[in-house]
């Protein structure tokens, strides 16, 4: 699945996010996504959501789909 692809991600879908603070290193925090943010159906660094404990992050691969 494409990362880049709003259509591709899920409301509880596993996935690999990074997150703002960790751009620089391209650190990645894996959780279940609560929100969508990205309103455009596509975005070149990644779709950005809201996790289930509240981080946000732009989904750099999708684990499980829900």
Known sequence: M????RSAISIGATVDV??????PTGR???G???R???KSPTHPHG????L?????GRVQSILEES
């Open 36 to 38: 969508i943010l990205t």
């Open 32 to 34: 279940r996504v609560k």
């Open 2 to 5: 494409d990362a880049r692809t």
């Open 47 to 50: 779709i950005k959501v809201m």
């Open 18 to 23: 990074v997150l703002k603070k960790d751009q």
């Open 28 to 30: 990645l925090t894996r």
């Open 52 to 56: 289930e404990d509240g981080q946000v």
